[in-house]
């Protein structure tokens, strides 16, 4: 089979599970993780290449179970670079790159700290794309592991610290120009309508909240924000899109100014912002 072949057989029969956009998109990162064909080599080459000798079969395999590509490689784009992933990191999307997108256009120096960072997505490219000195937090040691691990390969100077944000304080870190949280934000009752592969293998830990208090890490984080926030310092969030109104209040209450909800590519309510006063 060409790579072209491969492309067609992998998108085929993923459409069984996916929309034909997401498994064209699939067959593609596959063919780019496994045999480092980029889409223009996948319509250039023309050799057969022996799938016995691949990975193929026992991937599609895992693929066709819904398990995620990006799980699967061990890695996953974000901003123009590649992050190493595991089941302890959630996939970064783009809507996340919307909110780093959005903290560069009004931020270049100055310190800022990511709660819950996960693969450390968010604070590396702001380290990388600016003269901000980033700091990072997560709950998850395993996790951390994974965000220490793209700090090196991306030479980053980001420094990270394991810290449970809802018992402990932020003492031991400067006073900060910017904080920015992606937190759980997806409530229990959501999940019979989010896709599969999000709900059996992206973690628990990092999507979920509970039904009667899905703003929990926001109230947390916004307290945190008031005591450790420089004058006129910033803080933004990734939001539930059910919850932009609420989450805006929040932020107005603890005393926030220029507090604005912004919308996503897909015209959702998905960021929060307000400026300490």
Known sequence: MTAREIQQYIAKQLQEVYDSNEANSIAYLWLEGRLS????????????????????????????NHYPIQYL?????FYGRRFALNPDTLIPRSETEELVHKILQKHQSGKLLDIGTGSGCIPITLDLESDLQCFAVDVNPKALEKAQLNAKNLNSKVIFHELNILENDLENLATLDVIVSN????????????DKNVVDFEP???LYVEDDNPLIFYKRITDLASKKLNKGGYLYFEINEQFGKETAQLLIDAGFNKVLISKDFQGKDRMVEGQWA
Do not use: C, W
């Open 73 to 77: 490689l061990g890695e996953g784009d």
């Open 204 to 206: 628990d830990l990092a």
């Open 37 to 64: 064909f980029n889409r223009t080599d996948v319509m250039l080459h023309r050799e057969s290449i022996d799938i016995s000798k691949t990975t193929l079969e026992s991937d599609m395999e895992q693929l066709m």
């Open 183 to 194: 937190p759980p934000y997806v409530t229990y009752a959501e999940k019979d309508i989010m």
